[in-house]
C-alpha cells in the first residue's frame, strides 16, 4: 500500500520551456502533499508543501510564480516549472502523507530527473 | 543554527556485520524522528519512525536508537546484506515540516 506515483520520470528540454510534473497517490487520499528539490549527494530540500482545496505554501527563497503548485483533488498534485532555465535542472521529488496526524510517514514518488539544455 | 548531521563519508561494511548509522542534530527538538532509504535516482522509501518518548524501535533487521539528551538518533542493520547498499536519510520534525539530513552512503561488501 501506499504507493505515490510521479510523472514523467525524465525530463529534457530546451531554454524557456513549462515543464509540469504530476504525483498521484494511488491507493489513500493525500491530505498533504510536499515538493522537494535535491541535487546530486545533497539532502532534500523542501520547495513548499500543498494541501488539498487550498493555495500552496512555498519555503523561503522558492519563486512561486516560477514553480506553479496545484492540488486540486485528494490525488493529484502538480508542479510547473515555468520557463525553465539550465539552473532548474535538478530532481523534483513528490511526497504525500495520509490523514492529518503528525506522526504519518510521507510516501514518495521516484522522482523526476529534469534537464535543461 | 539548526543542523542535522550524518556521516558524509560512505561507510564500508562487510557482509554479515552490523552496520550503525549516526544522526545528529541542533537546536531543534523533534517529536519523532525518522529513517528512510534512497536508492540512486529514486526516491526516499519510509523505513522507521521513532517518537521523543521511545528509546528504541525495531523491524526486523533494522533497529533505531533516539537519545534526545544526546540529540543523537543511531540506525543499525544487523547481519547486512549486499542488498542494503544504499543512502540512508534521517529526517526529523522541525518548524511544523520535515529536514532532512543529507544522508549517509552504505556499502556492504560481499
Known amino acids: 500500500g501506499a504507493v505515490v506515483s510521479q510523472h514523467p520520470s525524465w525530463v529534457i528540454c530546451k531554454s524557456g520551456t513549462s515543464v509540469k510534473i504530476e504525483c498521484r497517490s494511488l491507493?489513500?487520499?493525500?491530505?498533504?502533499m510536499f515538493w522537494y528539490r535535491q541535487f546530486p549527494k545533497q539532502s532534500l530540500m523542501l520547495m513548499a508543501t500543498?494541501?488539498?482545496?487550498?493555495?500552496?505554501?512555498?519555503e523561503q527563497g522558492v519563486e512561486k510564480d516560477k514553480f506553479l503548485i496545484n492540488h486540486a483533488s485528494l490525488t493529484l498534485s502538480t508542479l510547473t516549472v515555468t520557463s525553465a532555465h539550465p539552473e532548474d535542472s535538478s530532481f523534483y521529488i513528490c511526497?504525500?502523507?495520509?490523514?492529518?496526524?503528525?506522526?504519518?510517514?510521507?510516501?514518495f514518488g521516484d522522482g523526476t530527473r529534469l534537464s535543461i539544455l | 543554527s539548526q543542523k542535522i548531521e550524518q556521516n558524509s563519508e560512505a561507510l564500508n561494511i562487510q557482509e554479515g556485520k552490523t552496520a550503525t548509522l549516526t544522526c545528529n542534530y541542533t537546536?531543534?527538538?523533534?517529536?519523532?524522528l525518522q529513517w528512510y532509504r534512497q536508492d540512486p535516482g529514486r526516491g526516499p522509501v519510509f523505513l522507521l519512525l521513532?517518537?521523543?518518548?521511545?528509546k528504541e524501535k525495531r523491524k526486523e533487521r533494522l533497529k533505531v536508537t533516539f537519545d534526545t539528551t544526546l540529540k543523537q538518533s543511531l540506525f543499525h542493520i544487523t547481519a547486512s546484506q549486499p542488498a542494503d547498499s544504499a543512502t540512508y536519510l534521517c529526517?526529523?520534525?522541525?518548524?511544523?515540516?520535515?529536514?532532512f539530513g543529507k544522508g549517509t552512503r552504505l556499502h556492504i561488501l560481499p
Open positions: 511526497s504525500a502523507r495520509e490523514g492529518l496526524g503528525r506522526y504519518q510517514p510521507q510516501h
Open positions: 491507493d489513500f487520499q493525500a491530505t498533504t
Open positions: 500543498s494541501n488539498e482545496g487550498s493555495k500552496a505554501t512555498y
Open positions: 537546536n531543534y527538538s523533534p517529536a519523532y
Open positions: 521513532i517518537r521523543e518518548n521511545e
Open positions: 529526517a526529523l520534525d522541525g518548524d511544523d515540516k520535515i529536514i
